[in-house]
């Protein structure tokens, strides 16, 4: 009812169109100056934590955009073997190689030891062996 009487006619600004939305995106998904205006206090590089293994992951993998292109023209896929061919050279599938170690980085999860999740791991090993055993006499009948 509150709404109605505010905007009798519907919402007269509308959000941004899907032009202006992917154009701005561009500015952050491409290295440009727009791109360095906007993102120079989100991290320290020095740093390899979070934001920070984002950004030197973004800029190894930019940096290594045009080997890439060469390597799917051939339609390879594992950079030794680009060397190997000819493809590339080996500086540049080093080049690949860390850009393709500062990715995986970045979308690794964090691995905890069981001990850390739960409880039950700090019990003794007679604990541990008493449910091994209980699981393999279940699953054998």
Known sequence: ???????????????????????????VLEPSAARDRLTPDLSHIDDDRGVARLEKAFLLVTGA??????????????WKEAVKKGVITQSEGEQIAAAQEAAAKVIEVDDFAP????PIYKKPAEVHQFFQELGETRAAS
């Open 115 to 118: 001990e850390a999740l739960s």
């Open 1 to 27: 009812m509150l709404k109605f009487l505010i905007q009798p006619f519907g919402a007269r600004v509308l959000g941004p169109s899907d032009i202006v939305i992917h154009r701005c995106a561009q500015l």
């Open 65 to 78: 955009e045009d080997i890439a292109k060469k390597m799917r023209a051939a339609r390879l896929h594992d």
